[in-house]
C-alpha cells in the first residue's frame, strides 16, 4: 500500500515518528480510518501519507478520495488541513514555512520560477515571523540532515541552527563537524580554552563576574558565576567580566552582547572581554563596533569539544587599556579597532 506515490506537495509537512505513528496505527485498528487518503489526479498522496502508513501496520484498507484543484488550491488545502491537525513547534512550522515559500507550479524548488507564496504569505500562514522562515531557509539549504531533523523534533531552535550554519560559512562539511562536536560533548556549552582565561587573567588581575556561568563547578575562576538557573540576563552586572555566551539551542548571543554594552556605558562594568563567533555581519556584532578586539587566528578547542570548532572566533574588549589589551592578546591574532571619518568627510 505504501507504494503509492506521494505528491511534493505532501512533503512539505514531515513524517510523523515512530511512536507517533504507533499509536495512529493502534487507533486505526480499534476505531476504522475516519479519514480517506486525499490523492490528486494522477494517483499521487496529496494528504494522509501517515494514516497510508498505519493503515498498513493495522493491516486496514485504506480509503481513497481525489482532490481536483489546481497547484496553489492543493497547497492552501494541505497547510489548512495539516495547521489543525498537527501540533507543531515554531522551529518545525519556520521549516514547513520555508518550505511553502520556495513551492513552484509542478513541484520544483529552485530559484529560477515564482514561488506560489512569498516568504511573508507562508509566515503569516504558519503563524511565524518572516525572519524565522528566512532562518528556517537557511536550515534546508545548507545543513546536514541529522540538523533539519534535530530542529524538526524540538532539540535545537531553528534560529540557533541558523546561526551556526552562518557561524560555519554555510559550508556543510563544516556545519556536520559542528554538530557532531556538539553532539558528542553532550553539551550546550562552549567552555573557554584554559589559555585564552589566563590571558583575561594577565589583562584583569581578576575577573569579577562571569555571567553566563556553566552549572556544576565553575569553568571560569571569577568573584561571581551567574548560572543559566540565576538568569543572568536579569541580575545587574559589575566590576571585570568576561563573558562567553550562549549561542546555540539557547539562541543568538544579541542579547548577551546588548546586555554588556548597556552594562559598560552605564559604568557599573569597568572592563569586560566578551568571546563570541566572528559573526561580522550581526548585528549585535554591530553594536560591539567602537571597542577594540582580536581575531583569534586558526579555529580554537573549547574546553567541552573533542575537536576543533568550525568557526572562526573573535575576543571583544571593552575599557580603556586598549594597548595592554593588545599586549596580552595579540599572540592570538590580529588586533584591531574602529576608525572613524573626520567630521569634515561625513
Known amino acids: 500500500m505504501t507504494d503509492r506515490a506521494v505528491s511534493p506537495i505532501a512533503e512539505i509537512y514531515p513524517l510523523m515518528g515512530q511512536a507517533e505513528l504507533a499509536e495512529l496505527a493502534d487507533s486505526i485498528h480499534r ?58 513547534s515554531e522551529s518545525a512550522r519556520a521549516l ?68 551556526l550554519i552562518r557561524a560555519a560559512g554555510k559550508d556543510k562539511v563544516l556545519v556536520a563537524e559542528y554538530h557532531r562536536l556538539r553532539r558528542a560533548s553532550g553539551s550546550t556549552e562552549w567552555y573557554t580554552p584554559p589559555h585564552v582565561l589566563n590571558l583575561v587573567t594577565e589583562l ?71 568571546l563570541l563567533p566572528a559573526r561580522v555581519n550581526t548585528a549585535w556584532m554591530d553594536r560591539l563596533a567602537p571597542y577594540a578586539r582580536c581575531f583569534v587566528r586558526g579555529r580554537l578547542r573549547f574546553g567541552d569539544a573533542t575537536g576543533d570548532a568550525p568557526f572562526p572566533v573573535v575576543l571583544v574588549y571593552l575599557g580603556a587599556r586598549i594597548q595592554e589589551f593588545v599586549d596580552v592578546f595579540g599572540g592570538l591574532g590580529s588586533c584591531y579597532r574602529q576608525i572613524l571619518p573626520s567630521p569634515a568627510t561625513v
Open 31 to 88: 476505531n476504522g480510518l475516519r479519514e480517506p487518503i486525499v490523492t490528486r489526479q494522477d494517483g499521487t498522496v496529496l494528504d494522509g501519507r501517515n494514516r497510508l502508513r498505519a493503515c498498513e501496520i493495522a493491516r486496514v484498507t485504506p480509503r481513497f478520495v481525489e482532490f481536483a484543484g489546481t497547484d496553489r488550491e492543493a497547497l492552501e488545502f494541505v497547510v489548512d488541513t495539516n495547521s489543525h491537525r498537527r501540533h507543531l
Open 96 to 163: 514547513v514555512a520555508a518550505r511553502l515559500a520556495t513551492f513552484t507550479h509542478g513541484g520544483r524548488r529552485d530559484g529560477n520560477a515564482a514561488a506560489l507564496l512569498t516568504q511573508r504569505d507562508a509566515a503569516e500562514r504558519l503563524g511565524i515571523s518572516e525572519r524565522s522562515v528566512r532562518d528556517g531557509k537557511v536550515v534546508i539549504d545548507h545543513a546536514p540532515e541529522e540538523l533539519v531533523d534535530d530542529v524538526q523534533r524540538g532539540l535545537i531552535a531553528v534560529r540557533a541552527a541558523a546561526e
Open 204 to 274: 584583569f588581575g581578576e575577573i569579577d563576574l562571569d555571567p553566563a556561568s556553566n552549572e556544576g563547578e565553575p569553568w571560569v575562576m571569577a568573584r561571581a558565576h551567574f548560572t543559566r538557573a540565576d538568569d543572568g540576563l536579569s541580575r545587574g552586572w559589575n566590576g571585570r567580566v568576561f563573558l562567553n555566551p550562549p549561542w546555540d539551542s539557547q539562541g543568538s548571543p544579541g542579547q548577551w552582547v546588548a546586555k554588556l554594552v548597556d552594562e559598560y556605558t552605564a559604568g557599573r562594568v569597568t572592563e569586560a572581554i566578551c
